[in-house]
């Protein structure tokens, strides 16, 4: 297989294994640090009103819980694979290692599309899943929470899934986080990862003599993570002048109207046809004229057709995976730097910490509280792998390496490694 076929499975075997590499890993450290503990598939079957009975294949992936329980959010599209959901919980191993939070990496992955029916229908897949994949979460095994297409709608439908099957009002400890606040979520969940996003490119702006407040910046994605990035940006005074999504683009020279966008997403869909600017070309967003790209959308999207034609100073992974090994050593010998996924999107999953600890010590955290502590972590985070980078080094390395180490330093503690 070629740099340029990898999918995220391949991509995150490819980086854990240049870290081995640069650690000097044996192969059964790389091995015994790489290889998921768990990986299961079940089918679930659900009737759908008006509909034949039918069935739904679900992914459970814990990746390492050396360090905790394995946490990563619940994928809904209908290509999923147990592949993909591998890669993506081997990359919340690095994440929550990196970002410092007791957790390992996970992740699910529910074969279904959300756009193709009703919220009723879509609450009997989540419902269906929960009870198929009971024996796999809790707080002590695996903790979910939103990732692409699903959101805290489901996240309380689980809750109460997981709740009632054992005849209580709540659980016992977090079994989900990403709740609705209602229901025991935390105030600034939904925002945190976009805000995170936004907090990293201020520290990188900062370190590398970029101008935010004069930054022209495209998104790709604008569901949770690309717009909450696109408005937070726009509050540091730059200008948003792309947006593409799976349906379409739009432009704008002088900066969209980020705010009005999101509305009419939520109420189109899609930012296709937004009368606030010009439609583009969905395909052309990684080759936009602007200072900051923020892919936030899916994965392997730089790749080595795309690299050399990236215009972008700084690259900020708002989703996960999106560059391919070949585009990676491509825009490094371009000299444009990546703030890669481990760091760029790490806020989701610490603010989904707090969350856990909340539920756990049956506390309430203000907004204030939430977002001074994401402010402050996400920067401690990138601040940390910024002073130890040397000459050469890209970011993705520096944390990598890092990551990679602390979850060795986790093995040798438990006695897991000789
Ligand atoms: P979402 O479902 O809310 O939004 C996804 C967006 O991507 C939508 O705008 C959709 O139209 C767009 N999209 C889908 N396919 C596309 C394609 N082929 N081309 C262009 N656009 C496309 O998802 P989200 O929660 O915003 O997650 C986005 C990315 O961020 C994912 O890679 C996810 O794993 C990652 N991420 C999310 C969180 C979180 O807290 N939600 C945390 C960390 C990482």
Same mark, same amino acid.
């Given at each position: 297989?070629?740099? /340029?076929?990898?999918?995220?499975?391949?991509?995150?075997?490819?980086?854990?294994? /240049?870290?081995?590499?640069?650690?000097?890993?044996?192969?059964?450290?790389?091995?015994?640090?790489?290889?998921?503990?768990?990986?299961?598939?079940?089918?679930?079957? +659900?009737?759908?009103?008006?509909?034949?009975?039918?069935?739904? =294949?679900?992914?459970?992936?814990?990746?390492?819980?050396?360090?905790?329980?394995?946490?990563?959010?619940?994928?809904?599209?209908?290509?999923?694979?147990?592949?993909?959901?591998?890669?993506?919980?081997?990359?919340?191993?690095?994440?929550?290692?990196?970002?410092?939070?007791?957790?390992?990496?996970? =992740?699910?992955?529910?074969?279904?599309?959300?756009?193709?029916?009703?919220?009723?229908?879509?609450?009997?897949?989540?419902?269906?899943?929960?009870?198929?994949?009971?024996? +796999?979460?809790?707080?002590?095994?695996?903790?979910?929470?939103?990732?692409?297409?699903?959101?805290?709608?489901?996240?309380?439908?689980?809750?109460?899934?997981?709740?009632?099957?054992?005849? =209580?009002?709540?659980?016992?400890?977090?079994?989900?986080?990403?709740?609705?606040?209602?229901?025991?979520?935390?105030?600034?969940?939904?925002?945190?990862?976009?805000?995170?996003?936004?907090?990293?490119?201020?520290?990188?702006?900062?370190?590398?003599?970029?101008?935010?407040?004069?930054?022209?910046?495209?998104?790709?994605?604008?569901?949770?993570?690309?717009?909450?990035?696109?408005?937070?940006?726009?509050? +540091?005074?730059?200008?948003?002048?792309?947006?593409?999504?799976?349906?379409?683009?739009?432009?704008?020279?002088?900066?969209?109207?980020?705010?009005?966008?999101?509305?009419?997403?939520?109420?189109?869909?899609?930012?296709?046809?937004?009368?606030?600017?010009?439609?583009?070309?969905?395909?052309?967003?990684?080759?936009?004229?602007?200072?900051?790209?923020?892919?936030?959308?899916?994965?392997?999207?730089?790749?080595?057709?795309?690299?050399?034609?990236?215009?972008?100073?700084?690259?900020?992974?708002?989703?996960?995976?999106?560059?391919?090994?070949?585009?990676?050593?491509?825009?490094?010998?371009?000299?444009?730097?990546?703030?890669?996924?481990?760091?760029?999107?790490?806020?989701?999953?610490?603010?989904?910490?707090?969350?856990?600890?909340?539920?756990?010590?049956?506390?309430?955290?203000?907004?204030?509280?939430?977002?001074?502590?994401?402010?402050?972590?996400?920067?401690?985070?990138?601040?940390?792998?910024?002073?130890?980078? =040397?000459?050469?080094?890209?970011?993705? /390395?520096?944390?990598?390496?890092?990551?990679?180490?602390?979850?060795?330093?986790?093995?040798?503690?438990?006695?897991?490694?000789?």
């Amino acid at each position: 297989m070629t740099k /340029q076929e990898m999918g995220i499975l391949n991509t995150a075997e490819w980086n854990v294994k /240049q870290t081995a590499g640069r650690l000097g890993l044996t192969d059964t450290q790389l091995a015994w640090v790489s290889e998921p503990r768990e990986r299961v598939e079940i089918t679930c079957a +659900h009737a759908l009103p008006d509909r034949e009975p039918t069935h739904v =294949k679900v992914f459970v992936v814990r990746h390492n819980d050396t360090l905790g329980p394995s946490k990563g959010g619940i994928r809904m599209t209908p290509t999923v694979t147990l592949d993909e959901i591998t890669g993506l919980a081997m990359e919340m191993t690095w994440k929550t290692a990196l970002v410092g939070v007791p957790f390992g990496g996970g =992740k699910s992955g529910i074969c279904y599309d959300p756009a193709s029916g009703t919220d009723r229908e879509k609450e009997k897949v989540i419902r269906s899943f929960t009870r198929g994949v009971a024996r +796999h979460i809790g707080p002590e095994i695996y903790i979910p929470a939103p990732d692409m297409g699903t959101n805290e709608r489901d996240m309380g439908h689980i809750r109460d899934c997981v709740s009632y099957s054992s005849g =209580k009002s709540i659980t016992q400890g977090c079994f989900v986080t990403g709740k609705p606040v209602i229901l025991g979520g935390i105030v600034g969940r939904r925002e945190a990862t976009g805000k995170g996003v936004v907090y990293s490119i201020q520290e990188a702006c900062d370190k590398l003599g970029m101008d935010i407040s004069k930054s022209r910046v495209a998104v790709q994605g604008f569901g949770n993570v690309g717009s909450v990035a696109a408005i937070e940006i726009v509050k +540091h005074g730059a200008k948003v002048i792309a947006v593409a999504d799976h349906l379409g683009g739009i432009e704008k020279s002088d900066g969209l109207d980020v705010v009005a966008l999101a509305e009419y997403q939520n109420n189109n869909g899609s930012v296709k046809g937004f009368p606030g600017g010009t439609p583009m070309d969905k395909d052309d967003i990684m080759e936009v004229d602007c200072d900051i790209l923020i892919p936030a959308a899916v994965a392997s999207v730089l790749t080595e057709d795309n690299a050399h034609k990236v215009k972008a100073k700084l690259i900020a992974e708002g989703a996960n995976a999106p560059t391919t090994p070949g585009a990676d050593e491509i825009l490094f010998e371009k000299k444009i730097s990546i703030i890669p996924d481990i760091l760029c999107n790490a806020g989701g999953v610490f603010v989904s910490y707090l969350e856990y600890t909340q539920e756990t010590q049956r506390e309430q955290m203000t907004l204030q509280q939430v977002e001074g502590r994401l402010d402050e972590r996400m920067r401690e985070t990138f601040d940390m792998v910024f002073k130890a980078m =040397k000459p050469g080094d890209s970011m993705r /390395q520096v944390a990598m390496n890092i990551a990679v180490g602390r979850v060795m330093d986790g093995m040798y503690a438990r006695g897991m490694l000789p």
